[in-house]
């Protein structure tokens, strides 16, 4: 995300018992590096949650099976398993990433936090953060358990994402890409367990706050990685932001899109085209509202959220459609 939202990055499945508690962080907006301060709206996680994220332990909830592809064609990306169900362009979208609440009648999709269950009767998005860590606490469990799975610049130094001051994982080897997935990857097995059709990854663009450690090529590695677990699993995978990479989509495998603030930027067109706008996208200025709805004639599913995406009925929410 580009700008302020809340992130609660907790976990779900059995208990990890080495993994220290932590305190919440926020989940942020963020796109090709323009970026604002955190919002500070949220609630506390508490310990066991915290102990099940770092771990990637996996939910004991049933699996959901899905139906093959909606239109889905072999030549609009890498081959995906039949079960793997594919968004529908255009479906009434929410993004509740700071707190699950009760979608709208008109709302066919939704993206949660993995933590949260996924809502009955729609087309849920779990969100997963892949490419970088929490701050505080989680720290400490990485620093404890894998301090080479931390990106690091020539000092030792651990590289920070200052904006949300978020260590990034390093992506730069085969080697370090592959443990990496063996705690990733069970997050994503849990998105599947608890009955999510797709999932979200986000920091796809970390390697631009790299300091050049990181390139397009990791991030494609990566990611080509997560698309081949959460294919495995019959989840669908969302290309979150990062326009830059469009161009790769042959190669990172991603399936459609979550872009936030195209209609700010004039992006929207190049989402669309590219996924054939199965794209879902989020606006928080009302300014920007009208022209995401315009993109690619109306086709794409947009959403205006207040930037802390708070829940429905707390002060300061917002939730409008075109």
Request: proline share 6%; charged share 30%.
């Amino acid at each position: 995300m580009r700008d302020v939202i809340v992130r609660r990055v907790t976990g779900r499945g059995a208990v990890c018992p080495a993994t220290p508690a932590r305190t919440p962080a926020t989940r942020r907006g963020r796109y090709a590096g323009r970026r604002a301060p955190r919002g500070l709206f949220g609630r506390a996680a508490v310990a066991l949650l915290l102990l099940l994220t770092v771990c990637g332990c996996a939910s004991s909830s049933s699996s959901s099976s899905g139906t093959p592809a909606d239109g889905a064609s072999r030549d609009d990306g890498p081959a995906r398993p039949e079960r793997v169900r594919l968004p529908k362009p255009g479906m009434a979208f929410d993004y509740q990433l700071g707190g699950a609440y009760r979608p709208a009648d008109r709302v066919r999709a939704v993206s949660r936090d993995r933590t949260d269950d996924p809502a009955p009767g729609r087309y849920n998005i779990c969100y997963v953060n892949a490419f970088q860590t929490q701050p505080d606490k989680a720290v400490d469990w990485w620093r404890s358990h894998h301090p080479d799975l931390l990106l690091r610049d020539e000092d030792g130094e651990l590289v920070i994402d200052e904006d949300w001051d978020e260590p990034l994982l390093d992506i730069s080897t085969a080697h370090r890409r592959t443990a990496l997935m063996k705690i990733v990857g069970p997050w994503i097995d849990g998105c599947a367990e608890d009955g999510f059709d797709a999932v979200e990854p986000d920091n796809l663009d970390s390697y631009q706050r790299s300091h050049a450690l990181l390139d397009k090529r990791d991030a494609i590695a990566f990611a080509r990685m997560l698309t081949a677990r959460a294919h495995r699993a019959h989840l669908a995978v969302a290309q979150k932001n990062t326009a830059e990479l469009l161009g790769d989509r042959s190669r990172t495998g991603f399936d459609f899109a979550v872009a936030e603030e195209c209609g700010r930027y004039d992006e929207c067109g190049q989402y669309g085209a590219a996924y054939r706008d199965r794209v879902f996208v989020i606006e928080y200025r009302q300014a920007d509202l009208a022209p995401a709805c315009e993109a690619r004639d109306g086709r794409m599913s947009v959403v205006l959220r207040d930037r802390d995406l708070r829940p429905a009925g707390a002060d300061g929410h917002v939730l409008r459609h075109c």
